[in-house]
Protein backbone atom coordinates (compact mmCIF):
# COMPACT_ATOMS: atom_id res chain seq x y z
CA UNK A 1 0.00 0.00 0.00
CA UNK A 2 3.10 2.62 1.08
CA UNK A 3 4.75 2.15 -2.11
CA UNK A 4 1.60 2.20 -4.77
CA UNK A 5 0.93 5.86 -2.56
CA UNK A 6 4.76 6.79 -3.51
CA UNK A 7 4.55 5.40 -7.15
CA UNK A 8 1.14 7.63 -7.61
CA UNK A 9 2.46 10.25 -5.90
CA UNK A 10 5.57 10.94 -8.07
CA UNK A 11 3.28 10.29 -10.87
CA UNK A 12 1.54 13.27 -10.22
CA UNK A 13 -1.80 12.17 -8.25
CA UNK A 14 -2.10 12.12 -4.96
CA UNK A 15 -3.99 8.94 -3.55
CA UNK A 16 -6.29 9.29 -1.29
CA UNK A 17 -7.01 7.21 1.09
CA UNK A 18 -9.27 8.35 3.90
CA UNK A 19 -10.04 6.75 7.16
CA UNK A 20 -13.85 8.00 7.74
CA UNK A 21 -15.45 7.68 11.31
CA UNK A 22 -19.31 7.97 11.57
CA UNK A 23 -21.19 9.02 14.93
CA UNK A 24 -20.79 5.39 16.47
CA UNK A 25 -16.85 5.39 15.56
CA UNK A 26 -17.22 2.02 13.22
CA UNK A 27 -14.59 3.04 10.46
CA UNK A 28 -15.39 2.82 6.55
CA UNK A 29 -12.46 3.93 4.31
CA UNK A 30 -12.79 5.35 0.87
CA UNK A 31 -10.41 6.39 -1.66
CA UNK A 32 -10.29 8.71 -4.36
CA UNK A 33 -7.43 10.70 -6.88
CA UNK A 34 -6.52 14.03 -7.09
CA UNK A 35 -3.97 15.95 -9.00
CA UNK A 36 -1.58 17.25 -7.07
CA UNK A 37 -2.30 20.81 -8.06
CA UNK A 38 -5.46 19.77 -6.25
CA UNK A 39 -6.70 23.19 -4.17
CA UNK A 40 -7.29 22.19 -0.48
CA UNK A 41 -9.13 23.71 1.72
CA UNK A 42 -8.47 23.19 5.79
CA UNK A 43 -11.04 23.77 8.03
CA UNK A 44 -8.96 23.03 11.27
CA UNK A 45 -5.55 24.69 12.39
CA UNK A 46 -3.60 21.27 13.09
CA UNK A 47 -4.71 19.89 9.52
CA UNK A 48 -2.90 22.89 8.03
CA UNK A 49 0.41 22.80 10.20
CA UNK A 50 0.28 19.32 8.92
CA UNK A 51 -0.29 19.68 5.67
CA UNK A 52 2.71 22.73 5.41
CA UNK A 53 4.82 19.88 6.92
CA UNK A 54 3.98 17.74 4.43
CA UNK A 55 4.72 20.49 1.66
CA UNK A 56 1.31 20.75 0.32
CA UNK A 57 1.30 24.63 1.76
CA UNK A 58 0.99 26.03 -2.12
CA UNK A 59 -2.43 23.66 -2.62
CA UNK A 60 -3.99 25.11 0.64
CA UNK A 61 -6.86 27.59 -1.22
CA UNK A 62 -8.60 28.41 2.24
CA UNK A 63 -8.24 27.91 5.94
CA UNK A 64 -9.77 28.47 9.01
CA UNK A 65 -9.57 31.46 11.73
CA UNK A 66 -7.01 28.82 14.11
CA UNK A 67 -5.06 28.13 11.04
CA UNK A 68 -2.11 30.60 12.40
CA UNK A 69 1.17 28.63 11.76
CA UNK A 70 3.29 29.30 10.20
CA UNK A 71 2.30 32.82 9.97
CA UNK A 72 2.48 32.72 5.81
CA UNK A 73 -1.43 31.07 6.37
CA UNK A 74 -2.54 34.23 7.72
CA UNK A 75 -2.02 35.23 4.14
CA UNK A 76 -4.51 32.48 2.88
CA UNK A 77 -8.82 33.22 2.33
CA UNK A 78 -10.84 32.43 5.84
CA UNK A 79 -13.42 30.29 6.11
CA UNK A 80 -14.75 30.24 9.82
CA UNK A 81 -14.11 28.77 12.80
CA UNK A 82 -15.18 25.39 14.10
CA UNK A 83 -18.83 24.96 13.83
CA UNK A 84 -19.37 28.57 12.21
CA UNK A 85 -18.06 26.77 9.23
CA UNK A 86 -20.14 27.20 6.70
CA UNK A 87 -20.57 25.44 2.90
CA UNK A 88 -20.82 28.93 0.92
CA UNK A 89 -17.28 30.01 2.13
CA UNK A 90 -15.63 26.65 1.57
CA UNK A 91 -16.99 26.34 -1.99
CA UNK A 92 -16.81 29.63 -3.03
CA UNK A 93 -13.23 28.58 -2.89
CA UNK A 94 -13.46 26.02 -5.64
CA UNK A 95 -11.86 23.56 -3.59
CA UNK A 96 -10.62 19.96 -4.83
CA UNK A 97 -10.82 18.70 -1.50
CA UNK A 98 -11.65 19.67 1.86
CA UNK A 99 -10.44 18.43 5.26
CA UNK A 100 -11.81 18.58 8.67
CA UNK A 101 -11.88 16.83 11.88
CA UNK A 102 -15.23 14.55 12.68
CA UNK A 103 -16.98 16.29 15.28
CA UNK A 104 -16.10 19.21 14.40
CA UNK A 105 -17.63 21.05 11.01
CA UNK A 106 -21.38 20.65 11.72
CA UNK A 107 -22.66 17.50 9.63
CA UNK A 108 -24.79 19.75 7.29
CA UNK A 109 -21.73 21.16 6.01
CA UNK A 110 -19.98 18.24 5.31
CA UNK A 111 -23.36 17.11 3.68
CA UNK A 112 -23.38 20.31 1.56
CA UNK A 113 -19.92 20.03 0.56
CA UNK A 114 -19.88 16.73 -0.28
CA UNK A 115 -23.45 17.27 -2.41
CA UNK A 116 -22.07 19.80 -4.88
CA UNK A 117 -19.36 17.10 -5.96
CA UNK A 118 -16.21 17.98 -3.46
CA UNK A 119 -14.23 15.35 -1.47
CA UNK A 120 -14.61 16.47 2.23
CA UNK A 121 -12.17 13.99 4.17
CA UNK A 122 -12.85 14.12 8.02
CA UNK A 123 -10.26 12.38 10.22
CA UNK A 124 -10.75 11.82 14.55
CA UNK A 125 -8.34 13.94 16.73
CA UNK A 126 -8.20 12.84 20.28
CA UNK A 127 -6.41 14.81 22.79
CA UNK A 128 -3.65 12.99 23.52
CA UNK A 129 0.20 11.94 22.52
CA UNK A 130 -1.30 9.40 20.87
CA UNK A 131 -4.13 11.28 19.37
CA UNK A 132 -1.65 13.66 17.75
CA UNK A 133 0.72 10.74 16.54
CA UNK A 134 -2.47 8.88 14.81
CA UNK A 135 -3.52 12.52 13.30
CA UNK A 136 -0.44 13.41 11.91
CA UNK A 137 -0.02 9.30 10.42
CA UNK A 138 -3.47 9.47 9.04
CA UNK A 139 -3.17 12.86 6.94
CA UNK A 140 0.09 11.67 6.02
CA UNK A 141 -0.81 8.18 4.74
CA UNK A 142 -4.32 9.69 3.19
CA UNK A 143 -1.66 12.00 0.64
CA UNK A 144 0.82 9.61 0.06
CA UNK A 145 3.30 11.07 2.39
CA UNK A 146 3.98 8.59 4.74
CA UNK A 147 7.95 8.98 5.21
CA UNK A 148 7.31 12.90 5.69
CA UNK A 149 4.60 11.72 8.14
CA UNK A 150 7.44 9.67 9.82
CA UNK A 151 10.06 12.11 10.31
CA UNK A 152 7.75 14.60 11.73
CA UNK A 153 6.71 11.69 14.53
CA UNK A 154 10.57 11.32 14.71
CA UNK A 155 10.72 15.11 15.62
CA UNK A 156 7.53 14.94 17.67
CA UNK A 157 8.75 12.09 19.79
CA UNK A 158 11.87 13.90 20.31
CA UNK A 159 10.70 17.20 21.65
CA UNK A 160 8.11 14.60 23.91
CA UNK A 161 11.16 12.87 25.90
CA UNK A 162 12.58 16.46 26.43
CA UNK A 163 9.36 18.01 28.03
CA UNK A 164 9.10 14.65 29.81
CA UNK A 165 12.55 14.77 31.35
CA UNK A 166 11.89 17.92 33.03
CA UNK A 167 8.03 17.33 33.93
CA UNK A 168 9.29 14.00 35.71
CA UNK A 169 11.34 16.52 37.96
CA UNK A 170 8.71 18.70 39.25
CA UNK A 171 6.73 17.43 42.18
CA UNK A 172 3.79 20.04 42.91
CA UNK A 173 0.64 20.26 41.05
CA UNK A 174 -0.40 23.50 40.50
CA UNK A 175 -4.22 24.15 39.90
CA UNK A 176 -4.78 25.92 36.31
CA UNK A 177 -7.71 27.62 34.70
CA UNK A 178 -7.53 28.12 31.42
CA UNK A 179 -9.99 31.16 30.50
CA UNK A 180 -10.80 31.88 26.94
CA UNK A 181 -11.58 34.90 26.26
CA UNK A 182 -12.48 37.23 23.14
CA UNK A 183 -13.20 40.53 24.95
CA UNK A 184 -15.26 40.42 28.55
CA UNK A 185 -18.48 39.60 26.00
CA UNK A 186 -17.06 36.07 25.73
CA UNK A 187 -15.25 34.03 28.84
CA UNK A 188 -15.08 30.22 28.98
CA UNK A 189 -13.54 28.32 30.91
CA UNK A 190 -12.54 24.77 29.83
CA UNK A 191 -13.18 21.48 31.75
CA UNK A 192 -12.68 17.93 31.30
CA UNK A 193 -12.57 16.20 27.56
CA UNK A 194 -10.98 19.75 26.17
CA UNK A 195 -7.28 19.96 24.51
CA UNK A 196 -6.70 22.48 27.62
CA UNK A 197 -7.69 19.66 30.57
CA UNK A 198 -5.01 17.58 28.97
CA UNK A 199 -2.07 20.13 28.23
CA UNK A 200 -2.70 20.98 31.91
CA UNK A 201 -2.50 17.20 32.54
CA UNK A 202 0.80 16.76 30.37
CA UNK A 203 2.47 20.07 31.78
CA UNK A 204 2.06 18.47 35.37
CA UNK A 205 -0.84 20.85 36.51
CA UNK A 206 -4.49 19.89 37.54
CA UNK A 207 -7.35 21.36 35.94
CA UNK A 208 -8.40 23.91 38.67
CA UNK A 209 -12.34 23.38 37.41
CA UNK A 210 -14.20 19.58 37.72
CA UNK A 211 -16.94 17.82 36.94
CA UNK A 212 -18.51 19.03 33.87
CA UNK A 213 -16.94 18.23 29.60
CA UNK A 214 -16.15 21.11 27.07
CA UNK A 215 -16.18 24.81 28.18
CA UNK A 216 -19.27 26.77 29.95
CA UNK A 217 -19.30 30.53 30.72
CA UNK A 218 -16.95 31.81 33.07
CA UNK A 219 -19.04 33.00 36.68
CA UNK A 220 -17.76 34.83 39.46
CA UNK A 221 -18.76 31.90 41.85
CA UNK A 222 -16.84 29.20 39.77
CA UNK A 223 -14.21 31.41 39.71
CA UNK A 224 -13.98 31.14 43.57
CA UNK A 225 -14.25 27.98 44.22
CA UNK A 226 -11.78 26.61 42.02
CA UNK A 227 -9.42 28.76 43.56
CA UNK A 228 -6.52 28.35 40.84
CA UNK A 229 -2.90 29.00 41.67
CA UNK A 230 -2.67 30.20 38.00
CA UNK A 231 -4.87 31.66 34.96
CA UNK A 232 -4.10 30.82 31.91
CA UNK A 233 -5.46 32.38 28.40
CA UNK A 234 -4.16 32.30 24.63
CA UNK A 235 -2.04 35.54 24.28
CA UNK A 236 -5.28 36.98 21.87
CA UNK A 237 -7.27 36.40 24.62
CA UNK A 238 -5.41 38.49 27.38
CA UNK A 239 -4.67 41.32 25.22
CA UNK A 240 -8.68 41.27 24.18
CA UNK A 241 -9.11 41.99 28.13
CA UNK A 242 -6.62 44.63 27.94
CA UNK A 243 -3.44 42.32 29.59
CA UNK A 244 -3.39 41.11 32.93
CA UNK A 245 -4.63 44.84 34.88
CA UNK A 246 -7.91 44.25 32.11
CA UNK A 247 -7.86 40.55 33.42
CA UNK A 248 -7.87 41.44 37.89
CA UNK A 249 -10.92 43.77 36.87
CA UNK A 250 -12.99 40.42 36.00
CA UNK A 251 -15.28 39.97 39.14
CA UNK A 252 -14.09 37.15 41.18
CA UNK A 253 -10.32 37.09 39.34
CA UNK A 254 -8.72 39.07 42.13
CA UNK A 255 -9.97 37.08 45.08
CA UNK A 256 -8.16 33.83 44.00
CA UNK A 257 -4.43 32.87 44.84
CA UNK A 258 -4.01 33.24 40.72
CA UNK A 259 -5.25 36.86 41.30
CA UNK A 260 -3.44 37.82 43.88
CA UNK A 261 -0.15 36.13 43.20
CA UNK A 262 -0.48 37.70 39.55
CA UNK A 263 0.56 34.19 38.17
CA UNK A 264 -0.85 34.77 34.49
CA UNK A 265 0.24 32.51 31.53
CA UNK A 266 -0.22 33.45 28.47
CA UNK A 267 0.37 31.04 25.43
CA UNK A 268 -0.41 31.22 21.69
CA UNK A 269 -3.82 29.81 20.70
CA UNK A 270 -2.92 27.12 18.31
CA UNK A 271 0.70 26.29 19.63
CA UNK A 272 -1.39 25.39 22.92
CA UNK A 273 -4.10 23.65 21.28
CA UNK A 274 -3.15 22.24 18.62
CA UNK A 275 -2.43 18.34 19.15
CA UNK A 276 -0.04 17.89 16.25
CA UNK A 277 3.75 18.51 15.32
CA UNK A 278 4.42 21.05 17.66
CA UNK A 279 2.69 19.02 20.82
CA UNK A 280 6.16 18.27 22.51
CA UNK A 281 7.71 22.06 22.71
CA UNK A 282 3.85 23.08 23.66
CA UNK A 283 4.21 20.82 26.28
CA UNK A 284 7.20 22.31 27.25
CA UNK A 285 6.46 25.63 27.52
CA UNK A 286 3.24 25.65 28.91
CA UNK A 287 5.27 23.36 31.97
CA UNK A 288 7.91 25.72 32.50
CA UNK A 289 5.47 28.77 32.60
CA UNK A 290 3.28 27.05 35.17
CA UNK A 291 5.67 25.72 37.95
C1 LIG B 1 -17.65 30.82 21.85
C2 LIG B 1 -16.81 30.16 21.10
C3 LIG B 1 -15.72 30.82 20.31
C4 LIG B 1 -15.70 32.04 19.72
C5 LIG B 1 -16.78 33.11 19.70
C6 LIG B 1 -14.41 32.17 19.08
C7 LIG B 1 -14.00 33.27 18.38
C8 LIG B 1 -12.78 33.41 17.75
C9 LIG B 1 -12.38 34.52 16.91
C10 LIG B 1 -13.24 35.73 16.59
C11 LIG B 1 -11.11 34.28 16.49
C12 LIG B 1 -10.26 35.16 15.57
C13 LIG B 1 -9.46 36.07 16.42
C14 LIG B 1 -8.50 36.93 15.65
O1 LIG B 1 -8.36 36.78 14.44
O2 LIG B 1 -7.85 37.74 16.32
C15 LIG B 1 -10.69 33.01 17.06
C16 LIG B 1 -9.45 32.46 16.89
C17 LIG B 1 -9.03 31.29 17.49
N1 LIG B 1 -9.78 30.44 18.26
FE1 LIG B 1 -11.73 30.71 18.76
N2 LIG B 1 -13.68 31.05 19.32
C18 LIG B 1 -14.44 30.19 20.06
C19 LIG B 1 -14.07 28.95 20.54
C20 LIG B 1 -12.79 28.41 20.43
C21 LIG B 1 -12.36 27.18 21.04
C22 LIG B 1 -13.24 26.26 21.91
C23 LIG B 1 -11.05 26.99 20.71
C24 LIG B 1 -10.12 25.89 21.10
C25 LIG B 1 -9.79 25.69 22.31
C26 LIG B 1 -10.65 28.12 19.89
C27 LIG B 1 -9.40 28.30 19.38
C28 LIG B 1 -9.00 29.38 18.63
C29 LIG B 1 -7.66 29.57 18.11
C30 LIG B 1 -6.48 28.63 18.31
C31 LIG B 1 -7.67 30.75 17.38
C32 LIG B 1 -6.47 31.35 16.60
C33 LIG B 1 -6.08 32.72 16.97
C34 LIG B 1 -5.68 32.89 18.40
O3 LIG B 1 -4.78 32.21 18.90
O4 LIG B 1 -6.29 33.72 19.04
N3 LIG B 1 -11.74 28.94 19.75
N4 LIG B 1 -11.72 32.52 17.81
Do not use: W
Amino acid sequence: MEAMNKNMFYKGFIFILAVAFNACNISTTTESEISDSAKIVSTNGTLSEILVELGFEDNIVGVDVASTYPASLKEKPKIGHNRDIASEGVLALGPDLVLGIANVVKPEVVEQIRAAGVKMVLFEHEYSVEGAKQLIKAVADSLGQSAKGDSILTALDADLVVADSMIEQIENKPKVLFIYARGTGTMMVAGQRTQLDKMIELAGGVNAVQGFDDFKPLTAEALIAANPDVILLFDSGLSSLGGIDGLLEVQGIDLTNAGKNRKVVEMDGQFLTGFGPRLGKAVLELATKIH
